[in-house]
């Protein structure tokens, strides 16, 4: 025992030595295998993150349609297909938008810009001819029956004054009803009735006041009597020569006062609501260069010519001078405001996809990492030059594609989303999409059956008269939406069906006879209210957190 204590003294500084290097290297060894351990979990947790965060749909950029589970070459453009996945903007997004990649974008050459309210102007180019005012047109006619014994104008285009005689006419009748203004002259203070009324008969054939007296002054009948101009302006036309016997009512003269003339354009249907009263009109004539006119709009044609299918915008022009003559051709330009009172919506043409029926924009959803847009119907109002009024569809601030508009609209067809020729939307069936590649985790039951759906009616549908309709259904997800459509998908007649989770809205195409009460029930089955039957609230409970929505 004594050994042992001294063995132990003797040999204490090689024993704790030995002991320390042992704590040390069994320290080494368990922390090393920690650490292995640890990384050993980092390991697998990043390869299982990585595995779960790896893209299973791969899709080309130019073709959506093209769908597989594996990266390569897209099998009509031969692009690389890109991760589906990384086109995803969230758990918000409509199913009704359309999600390209930067570099898509800039092969289709789309372009946008923001919606902002102002004041449409065009530039109205019109055309027409220079008239007479119509009221300065005087026709001359015959009074009483006669002879024509002498003409002071003697040729179309001569200028007259307003008093100025133009004829003289031999009358038997006149000569008649002198010799009884002279009888009652006799009997004047008598018969005042009778003296009133031959003389009063003389003046409704057109004889003055002067001309009477000077019949009554001389105490004889005059055998010729002048016919004298009522205005001062050109003689149009001339209807008698000399010799001519003439009846009560026969045409003797026309003339026109041109002192104001008519500059009369001609305004197309689509022109009229750029044109009001007031309208300044800038004009020149073709047979006067150099000089331009102008004049106020003073009358438009309350009727379109039904042949021309124009209506006739009218100017009062001074013309003393006399060198703006009827019939000369004119042109004319009018800038034209039609907002008269505030500012209104303006879009490019180009912005603009027109069916004849429907007038469709795209419209950029905000907030997204790559370029996504959506469809939307708007009311035009008049063109305005190379600018569209937006009645209503837009507001300012909003973001619209102005150039790649149609190849929007392409992708959003091949990807059965609403577009121009189907604004409702529906599974657009593409040879290429079932015949190159696999869908991958989009090809669901849903989407066979949905593509099966179609492949099958499709040629149906095209015989027969498709029936639309739509209805709210109660609903939060993609979850509600992937089981609502695959329950209606079962009835029988219907070819297509769309929930947007956003709207809550069930669009169905469905061929004639299709039972549309069939299709609230076999939707009320699976916990979804619709606006006409109600889920029982067992079936409701029993759907996942996520897809608890607000009952209707």
């Known amino acids: 025992m004594k050994n042992t204590i001294r063995y132990i003294k003797d040999n204490l500084k090689l024993i ?28 697998e947790h990043s390869e299982h993150e990585h595995k779960t965060k790896d893209p299973e749909v791969w899709t080309c950029s130019m073709h959506p349609q093209i769908k597989q589970n594996k990266p390569g070459d897209c099998p009509i453009c031969a692009m690389d297909l890109i991760p589906l996945a990384s086109m995803d903007s969230g758990d918000d997004v409509s199913p009704d938008e359309i999600t390209m990649t930067e570099s898509a974008a800039k092969l289709a050459s789309i372009q946008t810009m923001i919606v902002t309210s102002g004041t449409p ?10 008239q007479e005012d119509e009221r300065n047109i005087s026709e001359l006619t015959a009074r009483y029956g006669g002879r024509i014994e002498q003409l002071f104008v ?12 133009l004829a003289t006419i031999y009358s038997p009748e006149l000569v008649s009803a002198q010799r009884e203004l ?11 009735t009778l003296y009133n009324a031959t003389r009063q008969k003389l003046k409704l054939w057109d004889l003055t006041d002067a001309q009477i007296n000077s019949i009554e002054t001389k ?19 001339r209807h008698v020569a000399v010799g001519d016997y003439v009846k009560v009512g026969n045409p003797l003269f026309k003339l026109v006062d041109l002192s104001t003339i008519w500059a009369l354009f001609d305004a197309y249907e689509t022109d009229l609501p750029w044109l009001k009263l007031s309208h300044k009109v800038d004009f020149t004539i073709q047979s006067l260069p150099g000089k331009n006119f102008s004049g106020k709009i003073s009358f438009i044609d309350p009727f379109i010519d039904p042949k021309t299918r124009v209506a006739k915008v009218r100017l009062n022009v001074r013309n003393p001078q006399l060198v703006i003559k009827p019939e000369m051709f004119i042109n004319g330009i009018v800038q034209s405001q039609i907002a008269t009172s505030g500012s209104e919506i303006l879009i490019p043409k180009t912005a603009i996809l027109w069916t004849g029926k429907r007038a469709v924009v795209y419209v950029k959803v905000p907030n997204r990492e790559n370029p996504s847009f959506i469809y939307r119907q708007v009311v035009l109002g008049p063109e305005a030059g190379n600018f569209y009024v937006v009645a209503s569809g837009l507001h300012p601030g909003e973001e619209i594609a102005i150039n790649g508009v149609f190849k929007i609209d392409a992708a959003a067809q091949l990807q059965g989303l609403p577009s121009m020729m189907n604004p409702t939307g529906g599974t657009a069936a593409s040879a290429h999409s079932h015949h190159h590649g696999d869908h991958g985790a989009e090809d669901t039951a849903v989407g066979r059956q949905a593509d099966h759906g179609h492949q099958h ?9 498709a029936e639309y309709t739509s209805f709210k259904v109660g609903g939060n997800c993609g979850m509600c939406k992937s089981r609502i459509e695959k329950a209606v998908m079962t009835v029988e007649g219907v070819i297509s069906t769309k929930w947007d989770a956003d709207s809550k809205m069930l669009h169905l195409r469905y061929r004639e006879g299709t039972s549309i009460d069939k299709v609230h029930e076999v939707i009320a089955a699976q916990g979804h209210d619709t606006d006409k039957v109600k889920a029982s609230d067992e079936v409701y409970n029993n759907l996942h957190g996520c897809c608890k929505y607000d009952r209707l």
Request: net charge positive.
């Open 16 to 43: 704790l030595g030995t002991l320390a290097v042992g704590l040390l290297f069994g320290w080494l060894f368990f922390h090393s295998g920690d650490v292995s351990s640890e990384q050993t979990d980092n390991t």
């Open 121 to 130: 102007e065009k530039s109205i180019h019109l055309q027409g001819k220079i």
């Open 154 to 165: 003697n040729f179309t285009g001569q200028s007259v004054r307003k008093g100025q005689k």
């Open 182 to 192: 002279l009888e009652a002259i006799a009997l004047k203070n008598k018969r005042p």
């Open 219 to 237: 105490g004889k009948p005059q055998q010729f009597f002048d016919v004298l101009s009522p205005i001062s302006g050109t003689v149009a036309m």
């Open 457 to 465: 009616h499709d040629t149906d549908a095209s015989q027969e008269k």
